[in-house]
């Protein structure tokens, strides 16, 4: 399934405490919609960070996404 709304992106923290934002090492992709992401977990603009993946590469490497996104969309 590939649909142009989606983005497949690492969810990013931003610290209050610190004027910066962070990629936790273990984390995992997530399909974002409208800047929220599919499993409910996360949300961000989509369109200012670049942490992002081609379906096509993550679809050879599930392991790397989020199983609750992949759940949803029909692609687990």
Do not use: R
């Not at 936790?24 to 992709?29: G, L, Q, V």
């Not at 960070?49 to 029909?74: H, P, Q, Y």
């Amino acid at each position: 399934m590939t649909n142009n709304n989606i983005v497949w992106q690492l969810p990013v923290i931003q610290s209050n405490l610190k004027d910066h934002a962070w990629v936790h090492p273990k984390a995992k992709y997530h399909a974002f919609i409208d800047n929220k992401s599919v499993c409910g977990k996360y949300g961000q603009s989509t369109d200012y960070f670049e942490t992002g993946i081609e379906e096509s590469k993550l679809m050879a490497n599930k392991d790397w996404a989020c199983k609750v996104c992949l759940k949803k969309l029909g692609l687990s």
